[in-house]
């Protein structure tokens, strides 16, 4: 059933990867469930589910590859996976801004609050009058086991380069495509590639520096906030050099045109903005 066409919207039929992402989801999330209320057989369920989720998106991005070099995607469905793609950044956007936020809030409201400003006089006079202002702060009552910060030279500095060199070698992978360079476009995926894993790799070191100063999730709101902004980010960083190296493969074996190469475009898109949230994490989290 091919949309030669590009007059009809192609609708797979009897795709049950859907069922099996569903059923994914739901076994790695009871397995975390049932890990979090200490019992040892919810890590081997967890796990379970998570080998599922994997093999249906090997299965499930093969289909789609299989489909698009197949040639039943048209115009409708291109502007499908833009939009899909577009919203996805999106929700990412609005997550990354949720952990942001709770930093702004911790530092530029709650803190001024604690020493009596504004709204929180009375809670400083009668309960927390030896507070005094520092960050990263433990809290009133110095709670936190680690009042550690991060500075922002070198490795931080070092891996800000890094991001920001692979945002300009996917940019002239880009390029490459549109002109028909396929020589140049698989090199500047590989670089971007190899940047991407560098990144992840600095990254556990920086953790490992943190860790032996003492500054663990459990630092107060600063190591809090550090760990869900930076783990997460590391993450999205991890997830996007795969999908690249995805790309990187299906390029060598002849995928991709300089008019369809949409794959790529999509992957590029999130790595930019992996780039523009790293950017807001070296300016908030480390230098200021």
Known sequence: ??????????????????????????????????????????????????GI????????????????????????????????????????????????GALYYARILSVPWLLGDGAGVNTHQWLWSTYTEVWPTNGPLDMGESDFHMGWWPLPFINTV???SSGVTVTIAHHAIIKNNRPRFILGLLATVILGFLFVYLQAV????????????????????????????????TMGAIILLVVLVRSIRGHF?????????????????????WLGLFIFVYIL
Not at 17 to 36: D, E, F, N, R
Not at 68 to 83: A, M
Not at 257 to 277: G, I, K, L, Q, S
């Open 1 to 50: 059933m091919a949309s030669t066409a590009n007059n009809h919207y192609y609708v797979p039929h009897g795709a049950y990867w859907p069922l099996v992402g569903s059923i994914a989801l739901a076994t790695t999330t009871c397995g975390l469930a049932i890990h979090l209320n200490y019992h040892s057989i919810g890590l081997p369920i967890m796990y379970t589910g998570i």
């Open 206 to 237: 920086e953790y490992q520096h943190a860790y032996h100063e003492g500054m663990k999730l459990s630092s107060g709101i600063y190591g809090s906030t550090f760990f869900m902004l930076t783990g997460f980010h590391g993450f999205h960083v």
């Open 53 to 100: 989720l994997i093999v249906m998106m090997f299965g499930w991005f093969g289909t789609v590859v299989k489909e698009s070099e197949g040639g039943v995607y048209g115009r409708w469905e291109d502007k499908s996976f833009r939009l899909g793609m577009a919203w996805f950044i999106f929700s990412e956007v609005m997550f990354f801004g949720a952990f942001f």
């Open 257 to 277: 045109t300089p008019t369809r190469h949409f794959a790529f475009e999509a992957a590029a898109w999130y790595w930019h903005f992996v780039d523009v949230v």
């Open 162 to 164: 890094i991001l920001l």
